[in-house]
């Protein structure tokens, strides 16, 4: 996890912060929330945080974005190295400004005396200059200054989102459809960094539970050759499959990671398949249905139906 550097221009002075993480991202939205959490962490405004992910040659060491790992991983990776450099900025602005460095603060790109009417400093100034002639101030060798701070992160234990999750389904007895009339969900996935991105997960992940629950399913024919090779055989809900969810969530923070964070991955891809096949069965109770497997497509209902399993 490479940190953040201050750098500039020989032209036009700016200040600005290269955040490298080694967990590409896959729609999660990396790019906004582990700017936020480096923005955080070194004090500086979101707008001036650029964001990459997956360079090798940034970050030689990474282990992808799966099992609910990004923001937990590269999360308080960048967290930590966005602390250390605001440490580093704040070190060589005290040098500049000729005060102690525990008696200034940084805020929103400027650091500043803690008492009022002390000296500041914005970062396009502080990376303008020409480094203290003597000091072991970090340096680029030619124009300003930059600091960067590398972080790896491994969590001491796991940090995943729990929830429970309910609904409310009609089976039509007749042509074996499951139609979903409720879906409630409470998720618990610790600190949440950017609400926005945390509910479209875990409606993304619902989405694709139902996906598995009530459609998707790989069929092979005698000889081992896929049927469902395409879309028109493999189906995948659309939105027109997915009912309005009703969403609440707690904030239980993880005591394994600083930022108190869980992963969200699994948080609503897992538990419609069981929560389905439950409210399935349920609804066929009458018929002495027993949902072992899925899909539940309308074949497979009317099969159950018609040949009632003895419950385990």
């Known amino acids: 996890m490479r940190g953040s550097s201050a750098h500039c221009s020989p032209h036009r002075p700016r200040a600005?912060?290269?955040?490298?993480?080694?967990?590409?991202s896959q729609?999660?939205?990396?790019r906004t929330s582990m700017a936020q959490i480096a923005a955080d962490a070194i004090g500086v405004p979101l707008g001036v945080i650029d964001v990459t992910g997956g360079d090798t040659e940034a970050t030689p060491f990474g282990v992808?974005?799966?099992a609910s790992r990004a923001l937990v991983n590269a999360g308080n990776a960048t967290h930590r190295a966005g602390r250390l450099v605001r440490e580093k900025i704040i070190d060589a602005a005290s040098r500049r400004l000729g005060v102690p460095a525990d008696s200034l603060d940084l805020s929103d790109g400027v650091v500043a005396a803690k008492a009022p009417g002390g000296p500041s400093m914005d970062l396009a100034e502080l990376a303008g200059r020409a480094p203290l002639p003597g000091t072991p101030e970090p340096t680029d060798g030619?124009?300003?200054?930059?600091?960067?701070e590398t972080v790896h992160f491994r969590p001491p234990g796991f940090a995943v989102a729990s929830g429970a999750h309910a609904a409310v389904v009609e089976v039509d007895e007749h042509t074996g459809a499951v139609e979903i009339l409720h879906y409630a969900v409470v998720h618990d996935a610790g600190v949440i960094v950017k609400p926005m991105i945390a509910e479209g997960?875990?409606?993304g992940g619902i989405a694709q539970g139902i996906g598995g629950a009530l459609y998707e399913e790989m069929v092979y024919g005698p000889d081992g050759q896929p049927r469902t090779g395409t879309y028109m055989d493999y189906l995948v809900p659309t939105s027109s499959e997915i009912p309005d969810l009703d969403m609440d969530e707690l904030f239980t923070p993880s005591p394994m990671n600083d930022l108190g964070v869980k992963g969200l991955g699994e948080g609503g891809a897992i538990a419609p398949q069981a929560v389905l096949a439950n409210a399935a069965e349920d609804a066929l109770r009458p018929f002495g249905v027993v949902?072992?497997?899925g899909p539940l497509s309308p074949s497979r209902v009317r099969d159950l139906i018609r040949t009632p399993a003895t419950p385990a």
């Not at 030619?142 to 960067?148: F, L, V």
């Open 142 to 148: 030619r124009h300003g200054t930059e600091i960067s």
């Open 64 to 66: 992808g974005t799966i």
């Open 16 to 24: 600005s912060a290269r955040l490298a993480i080694g967990a590409p």
């Open 201 to 203: 997960q875990v409606t």
């Open 27 to 30: 729609g999660q939205g990396h």
């Open 291 to 293: 949902v072992r497997r």
